[in-house]
């Protein structure tokens, strides 16, 4: 394979990657914290939808971007309302809100666009780091990226940080982890809770804005097409920590690269094995073939005092 | 405590229903919004739903697969275990059935044979994709939510990869537009039709649900496995010192709710479609889920509930057909319906629904 080639592929993994890593990161954060956000699917559309909506009516992408996290904010108020103090199923009111989110934004996305269907949309700029860009081949294929990569990557390592070094992420850990305990120190459980799914809300709104006005230009009905699911199947596969957790998005990135890439240079893997191979590694290492998991200890459970 | 069915009206059975309606009336509302005159709108709902013999038949068809799924649902969730796989149950289900149909020498068979090992087949392959979680729950403590949902994701691609290969179930290409789907099946292997004809195509899928309804119905309230159950979902360690099975019961339980995920998408192809082709079921498993939830862990509220969503969806692409409404509409109510009983299960657990 040429250097070209691979600097292509590479540069495309990471376009693929990056809403994933968007996504997983804020949606880690609740996971950890105990709530197991299953709604990221619909939130990422919704934020894809308003996003590309925004831009389109506004002219101005980083009003999108902004239509785009206001528009989740909701969204993952009812996801916390519904499972953090109504205490409901957190699978059941995920899938709920994936249903809805596809319906709403299928049917308002019919009434605004009708028979302008992917129409082009004002779309994010691209952006390299300066020196970096200087590298013949390398600099454009590989970095040259919507700078909304360059942010993510900035608000993943800020989380990072967050989470291992300071007082709130060790609070945070901990409501996923003995949730009495945390009650007991008299930090408000349900609080963290709702600070955390809130924040796989904006992440998720950001990861969607990324696929319609980052990297297609356009907003088409359910264009997310499971990237939510893929991105908590990352989460899964990494174990619930932050690092293998990117490395599992930049894997899936890849696998999905690949559909698009191997037939180009003339070897025939069947599309459906790549596309499959994210939830199979996941089901693998949940079922311990891949050393031990350990999920938070409360994920999914509802806190209930006494 | 108990478990067999009343029929007493308690508050907390009025909420599911209530939800039902506000859900509809702001779908109405939502009809209105976007300009289709209401009632041209119901009437293509109408028409689609009950409207003729046909559409009747067809409604009832979907209801089927619903309560197939809703039933294993509600048998997996008497011991607290969430089947989140009816979706790839019904896809492995379909695959093995289509196989058995073109490829296993039944198409000849006589006393019906025909159209009952593909049945069979689809039942079993949906069993072992419920099996699995079951194992890995029993054994290494998987949660199982997980693991079924990862799992219905490999099913459907497994179905996707299956009619994309021409090694595998996709009908010989004759030409470039040869579409990615199975061969149909012979008609020896389709299901007969029940009290009808094409005009109305009920399929035997019917009775035979309503017979497997039945036998759960007796499972959960008259048998011993129906008892391991119970206590294996109050209290699994007190279960475990009382000397119960309690990994058998686990794996048994999942077992049961993916063999009648599998039968529903064996149902699906030999009574109504036919042919494998990729976006086989659309969400039928995730409905089904929906109705096993929303029932509570009543068998005829899952059968309800199946014959709602099964006129709900009918009416919904008559609506996107004839009135030009999205059916994206009636995927915004059942969202609306989800969330609404969901929220409400802490308030109806505490005024006395059948749980």
Known sequence: ?306 | MTNAPSLNFTPARALPVAAVLLAMAVGILLVALTGVPVGEALGAFADGAWGSPYAIGASVNRAVIFALVGTGFVLADRARLTNVGGEGQIAVGAIAATAVSLYGGVQGLPLGLAFVLPLLAGALAGAAWGALPGLLKARAGTNEVISTLMLSFIGVWLLYWSVQSERLLRQPMSNSGTLPESLEIPSTTRLPFFLGDESMPINIGLPLTVLLGLGAAWLLARSLFGLHLRSVGLNALASRQAGMPIARTVVLAMTLAGALGGLAGAIMLQGDQYALKSGFSSGYGFDGLVVGLLARGSLPGVFAGALLFGFLRSGGINMEMAASVPSALVQVVQGMIILAVAGAALWMDRHGAAR
């Open chain 1, 1 to 306: 394979m040429s250097p070209e080639l691979s600097a292509v592929f590479i540069g495309s993994a990471i376009r693929f990657a990056t809403p994933l890593l968007l996504g997983a990161t804020g949606e880690l954060v609740s996971q950890r914290a105990g709530v197991l956000n299953m709604s990221l699917e619909g939130m990422m559309l919704t934020g894809a939808f308003a996003g590309a909506v925004g831009s389109w009516a506004t002219g101005n992408p980083l009003i999108g971007l902004a239509l785009g996290i206001l528009a989740v904010l909701p969204v993952a108020l009812l996801q916390a309302f519904l499972s953090i103090t109504l205490r409901a199923n957190q699978i059941v009111t995920g899938i709920g809100i994936n249903i809805l989110a596809l319906g709403g934004t299928t049917l308002a996305y019919r009434e605004l666009f009708g028979s302008r269907s992917s129409a082009a949309i004002p779309g994010l700029d691209k952006w390299a780091p300066p020196l970096l860009r200087d590298i013949p081949v390398v600099g454009q294929m590989v970095f040259e990226q919507v700078w909304l990569f360059y942010l993510g990557l900035a608000i993943i390592a800020a989380t990072a940080f967050m989470m291992r070094q300071t007082a709130l992420g060790l609070a945070l850990h901990a409501a996923g982890a003995s949730p009495r305990a945390v009650d007991k120190s008299g930090l408000s459980v349900n609080g963290l809770r709702y600070g955390a799914v809130m924040f796989s809300g904006v992440m998720a709104a950001i990861a969607g804005c990324f696929i319609s006005i980052g990297d297609i230009h356009t907003f088409t009905e359910g264009m997310t097409s499971g990237s939510g699911y893929l991105a908590i199947a990352a989460i899964i596969f990494g174990n619930w920590k932050l690092g293998r957790m990117l490395l599992a998005c930049l894997l899936f990135g890849a696998a999905t690269a690949l559909q698009f890439f191997l037939p180009t240079v003339g070897v025939q893997v069947p599309s459906a094995l790549l596309i499959m191979l994210p939830y199979l590694l996941a089901l693998l290492a949940v079922a311990g073939v891949i050393g031990r998991q350990t999920a938070p200890g409360h994920l999914g459970e509802a806190y209930q005092r006494g």
